[in-house]
């Protein structure tokens, strides 16, 4: 059956975009590694009203790249076409959405997705470490941490000056305030039904994003902290990268969900200069 479904999909995929007039709705999620991505991209998935990948490795550069995210849509879950009013996909590198694609790709809505440092870049130095022969040595980790934190201020200035809706939110928060934080999409997307704090896990294996343990029990949770020893010195390149990026976006005219400042021991720079509890911000009103 498998063998006759798949093909049959690729072509009515391919057919079905002769008559693709471009009426779907699009939206980004722009994150970083372990943020948490992966586990968003299948609440959206698990919407009615979304189709999408948890990450499609699309270079959205031309306008006609919204083809090629509904053909790869299609042939991942063996579909002829799309109906749902929404397509979305995950970026966390600058190659696959850089600043310029706001233009070219003029998304609808843009969700910034981060997390803090000290349990990302643990995760990173472990869960890829796992996966490569050389490891994941913590200055790689940093380095790319720091880089594309700069990356989403970039983007979200220029997403903000072109008056494109944006959603800023945390893991964090995500998990430890899950109902507001999905009552926050569900009106920032303008929905009329709800999103659910779970999904189905029937398909998940081989998809790309995480393919760790804990995305395959369905339901939004905290990670089990990875064992991976980060220096001092580390610690405080995330943490200060993660202060600076948290006072941007708490500038930016979007909308903003963040939850309670972590910092490691002995660094206490900006200890304080957030707010204790979960702050809900919205500065902008929009359709």
């Not at 798949?6 to 391919?14: E, H």
């Not at 349990?119 to 990173?124: A, F, K, N």
């Not at 913590?138 to 941490?145: C, G, K, L, P, Q």
């Not at 902290?225 to 979007?254: D, I, M, P, Y």
Request: charged letters at 30%; hydrophobic letters at 40%.
């Amino acid at each position: 059956m498998r063998a006759v479904v798949r093909p049959a999909a690729y072509v009515l995929s391919d057919l079905s975009l002769r008559w693709y007039r471009n009426p779907k709705r699009f939206a980004v999620i722009a994150a970083h590694a372990r943020s948490g991505s992966s586990l968003l991209s299948h609440l959206l998935k698990a919407h009615p009203d979304f189709a999408g990948c948890v990450e499609s490795f699309t270079e959205y550069v031309r306008p006609e790249d919204r083809r090629v995210l509904h053909r790869k849509i299609c042939r991942e879950n063996w579909r002829p076409w799309v109906r749902e009013p929404w397509l979305f996909d995950k970026a966390n590198h600058l190659q696959f959405f850089p600043p310029a694609a706001l233009d070219t790709m003029q998304p609808d809505r843009l969700v910034l997705l981060l997390r803090e440092p000290v349990r990302s870049l643990e995760s990173m130095v472990s869960y890829f470490g796992r996966h490569r022969p050389e490891g994941f040595p913590e200055e790689r980790a940093v380095r790319y941490y720091e880089r594309r934190l700069e990356e989403l201020l970039v983007l979200a200035e220029k997403a903000d000056a072109g008056g494109i809706p944006i959603l800023i939110l945390e893991y964090d928060f995500l998990v430890e305030h899950r109902q507001e934080a999905l009552t926050a999409l569900t009106e920032f997307f303008g929905l009329l039904e709800p999103f659910r704090d779970h999904y189905s896990t029937d398909r998940l294996q081989g998809e790309t994003g995480d393919q760790s343990a804990n995305i395959f029990k369905g339901t939004v949770g905290r990670t089990p902290r990875h064992e991976a020893s980060l220096s001092q010195a580390v610690l405080r390149r995330g943490e200060k990268a993660f202060a600076c990026a948290r006072t941007a976006l708490r500038t930016n005219n979007g909308r903003v969900l963040l939850s309670e400042m972590k910092t490691s021991k002995g660094f206490a720079d900006t200890k304080g200069q957030f707010d204790a509890e979960p702050r809900w911000m919205e500065r902008r009103g929009d359709s």
